[in-house]
Nanobody, 128 residues
């Protein structure tokens, strides 16, 4: 299984970015997808997750209303639209995949160890 994230970059506070993640090597539509991020000196944290068919989405409280996760199963893609970006959103963003059952538990879906395959990460820098 291979995941590759892209779309990161430098943006001013208040701006927007759209991250993309392409997946290969497994039946994409059977698995949940998630986005995590890791800021310098901090632990990796959950950002958002989406169910296999896209019906259910979950977010870190601090990004609700600003970030939107979506997926295109026909293209094996998952996206993270990030609006109203803040300097505290600066981090390396990772996409990951997990068995669908992970999403039934708030604790499980928020833990990086619940996800079995990871992309390489894409850096998002938000300047003030």
């Amino acid at each position: 299984v291979q995941l590759q994230a892209s779309g990161g970059g430098l943006v001013q506070a208040g701006g927007s970015l759209r991250l993309s993640c392409t997946a290969s090597g497994r039946t994409f539509s059977r698995y949940a997808m998630g986005w995590f991020r890791q800021a310098p000196g901090k632990e990796r944290e959950f950002v958002a997750a989406i169910s296999p068919m896209g019906r259910n989405t979950y977010y870190l409280d601090s990004v609700k209303g600003r970030f939107t996760i979506s997926r295109d199963n026909a293209e094996n893609m998952v996206y993270l639209q990030m609006n109203s970006l803040k300097p505290e959103d600066t981090a390396v963003y990772y996409c990951a995949t997990a068995p669908a059952g992970v999403l039934t538990s708030m604790r499980a879906r928020s833990q990086s160890r619940s996800y079995d395959y990871w992309g390489q990460g894409t850096l998002v820098t938000v300047s003030s």
